[in-house]
């Protein structure tokens, strides 16, 4: 079993960025694939960045390429989601997700089967 908690979330200027943290309980990340997901009110939560154990290690949906990193730190007990260049459409809620990590990772809502609570991310114009 994992709890999942994040942190970080706010209110941000367009153009600048803040650091998503997902601090894991219960167990370590060593034998799972992390990810963060997002969701607007009103819409499907989407998959944006998944670290796994298979390469390519990293998937990145093309909407944050090049302008979030995900990570973890060396003990595999926090999962990071390093957010840069923020435009307003990154406002949502952010989840970190995990599951037990045999393939390549996915951006799949449904691969997924321990999640956090959620961190409100809002980008000002």
């Known amino acids: 079993q994992l709890d999942l908690v994040e942190s970080g979330g706010g209110l941000v200027q367009a153009g600048g960025s803040l650091r998503l943290s997902c601090v894991v309980s219960g167990r370590t990340l060593d034998l799972y694939d992390v990810a963060w997901f997002r969701q607007v009110p009103g819409k499907e939560r989407e998959g944006i960045a998944c670290l796994g154990k298979r390469d390519p290690r990293t998937q990145y949906t093309h909407f944050v390429y090049g302008r979030f990193t995900i990570s973890t730190d060396q003990t595999k007990t926090t999962a990071y989601l390093q957010m840069s260049s923020l435009m307003p459409e990154d406002t949502a809620n952010y989840y970190c997700?995990?599951?037990?990590?045999?393939?390549?990772?996915?951006?799949?809502?449904?691969?997924?089967?321990?999640w956090g609570q959620g961190t409100l991310v809002t980008v000002s114009s």
């Open positions: 997700a995990a599951t037990f990590g045999y393939r390549t990772c996915v951006l799949d809502v449904d691969a997924y089967d321990y």
